[in-house]
């Protein structure tokens, strides 16, 4: 599976020109912060149509059978589709989006037991430590660390209407992060003034220190339930975990400080149609 993005807009939609010569590189209308998004690639077709190169890849991954009868391990019974590469996060954390969401890269096992019992078991890679990127000082290191997640999630339908998914997931952060998978929150005793800053994690342009690690896990469960034009959906989950960062004590010395932190996510979503309104309000309730 191959899947390609191209960002174009009819016409000239920034103050710089979107063609060729004046946008090589790709950025948004041949400025950062453009047409489409800060440091996105994105091209206007405007009286000039020329654009820069604008192909993203964005899914990239083989599925195939890895148990179950004719598949790589037929001597396991049931049913197991392997996924591998880049990938949408799809329904593999949640029916609705409160933890996983948009595209990553690694692997997701879905297994059916039974039409009603199935489970998806992720392998999400973050950040990757190329072979020689922590060999030097932490101010000129080119590696962030090794940063990764794993997620499991059954799923259950109880009768006709009534899905749950529980979920279960391990989060593992070395020095920076990416600020999807990190927010960078403001604490005036951090070195920095925020948790996922460079100075906050070891100091150090721009990849901080791989020494200080974050911890995280977080248990939630996702329902749907639906009786005829009613639909209700509940969200409940829990998230805990420790860091290390580089913080001001209270005697005034710098120095790596563990710290805890925890936090309660309750949401629903209910909804109560006729008609082709139902079924429309069905996919959007799908889609979320």
């Not at 453009?34 to 206007?44: L, Q």
């Not at 660390?145 to 997620?151: L, R, S």
């Not at 499991?152 to 998914?165: A, M, Q």
């Not at 805990?240 to 309750?266: H, I, M, P």
Request: a neutral charge; aromatic letters at 12%; hydrophobic letters at 40%.
């Amino acid at each position: 599976m191959l899947g390609i993005e191209l960002d174009l807009n009819y016409g000239q939609t920034g103050s710089n020109d979107g063609g060729f010569p004046g946008n090589n590189a790709g950025t948004a209308c041949g400025f950062v912060g453009g047409c489409k998004a800060a440091g996105a690639a994105g091209g206007g077709l405007d009286l000039n149509t020329d654009v820069a190169g604008l192909f993203e890849v964005k899914w990239i991954y083989t599925e195939f059978d890895l148990t179950g009868k004719d598949s790589l391990l037929p001597f396991i019974p049931v049913l197991t589709v392997a996924r591998a590469g880049g990938q949408p996060f799809g329904t593999i954390a949640n029916y609705k989006i409160y933890y996983a969401n948009g595209d990553f890269a690694g692997v997701d096992l879905s297994t059916t037991f039974t039409p009603d019992i199935k489970n998806r078991f992720a392998y999400v890679i973050v950040e990757d430590q190329l072979a020689g990127g922590n060999r030097s000082t932490a101010t000129t290191r080119t590696s962030r660390g090794e940063d990764y997640a794993f997620i499991i999630s059954p799923e259950f339908r109880l009768f006709k209407g009534l899905d749950l998914k529980p979920m279960f997931s391990w989060f593992h952060a070395d020095g920076l992060t990416a600020t999807a998978a990190r927010r960078n929150a403001v604490n005036v005793r951090t070195v920095g003034g925020t948790m996922n800053g460079a100075a906050a994690v070891g100091g150090g342009a721009p990849a901080g220190d791989a020494a200080d690690h974050e911890e995280r896990y977080t248990v939630g469960l996702d329902a749907r339930w639906r009786i005829g034009p009613f639909g209700f959906d509940p969200t409940i989950s829990y998230q805990w975990g420790n860091y290390t960062t580089q913080a001001f004590r209270t005697n005034g010395s710098v120095g790596a400080v563990k710290g805890d932190a925890s936090a309660w996510l309750v949401r629903r979503h209910r909804q109560l149609s006729t008609g082709a309104a139902a079924s429309r309000d069905a996919r959007r309730v799908q889609q979320r």
